[in-house]
């Protein structure tokens, strides 16, 4: 729920890779909130990336565990296939995200107007401008770290604070936590992928991060889409 609160956390993650359970698990004892950018079409299929010698699981979570598992999180929009969308027409941008939004509308019950771009840095005005006319999205996450505790001015081009494996991170945190919310509203935007957690082996500072930034007395933890509907701005 959004309150009058005017400091504000937020996650975003992006695959929907198995390691969102364990990673699920943590946020619900925390009681913190993240959107989880899912690709449709990947569903269940089995990868592994190799990591300066770390076999990691790249296996995507099954169609059938989407509504119970991020239960009181949100689902969001990451395409069908993952491609780079700036290589793609109008009409395969189009494939590409109402295609996924559809099947997970469906496999969530609830509207779906949210996304990240895959790949981060790959899309283009046009992309944008597709995706506003010819689908109900209206925030797209980008990998830009902003550094900062302002809301974006264009959702669009929605850039977090930092990647949760930055090493910015706890000082950000200790910034955030010293920061008065006068008249400003601070969002801090903390945005990865669970199965990096694996991959550089850093469950225990994820916790670490999650025990220093939860429970504050002046902060709502939202999903995306939370904060969104409770501070609109015009769809540019
Ligand atoms: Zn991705």
């Given amino acids: 729920m959004i309150t009058e609160k005017k400091k504000y956390v937020t996650l975003s993650f ?7 359970v364990r990673f699920i698990g943590l946020l619900n004892k925390y009681g913190v909130k993240s959107t989880f950018n899912l690709n449709s079409g990947l569903f269940g299929t089995k990868h592994r ?20 598992l991020y239960a009181g999180h949100e689902v969001a929009v990451h395409t069908v296939s993952h491609p780079n969308l700036a290589k793609l027409d109008s009409d395969g941008v189009f494939r590409e995200v109402e295609g996924d939004r ?43 770290s902003s550094y ?58 994820f916790e670490r991060f999650l025990d220093t930034i939860a429970g504050l007395e002046d902060t709502a933890y939202v999903t995306n889409g939370e904060f969104y509907a409770s501070h609109p701005l015009p769809a540019v």
């Fill in 102 to 144: 559809l099947a997970l509308e469906a496999l969530c019950g609830y509207p779906i107007i949210g996304m990240a771009y895959p790949g981060g840095p790959f899309y283009t005005e046009e992309t944008i401008s597709t995706i506003l006319t010819r689908t109900p999205i209206r925030y797209a996450r980008n990998v830009r």
């Fill in 148 to 205: 900062t505790f302002a809301p974006s001015a264009r959702y669009m081009e929605w850039s977090p604070t930092c990647k949760l494996e930055d090493e910015a991170l706890f000082d950000l945190c200790k910034r955030f936590k010293a920061a008065e919310a006068d008249e400003a509203v601070l969002l801090f935007y903390v945005w990865g992928h669970s199965f990096e957690l694996d991959k550089y082996k850093s469950w225990d500072r």
């Fill in 14 to 20: 992006d695959d929907g890779t198995v390691q969102d």
């Fill in 49 to 68: 990336i190799i990591h300066d010698g770390i076999n990691c699981d790249h296996t995507e979570i099954t169609a059938d565990m989407v509504r119970e």
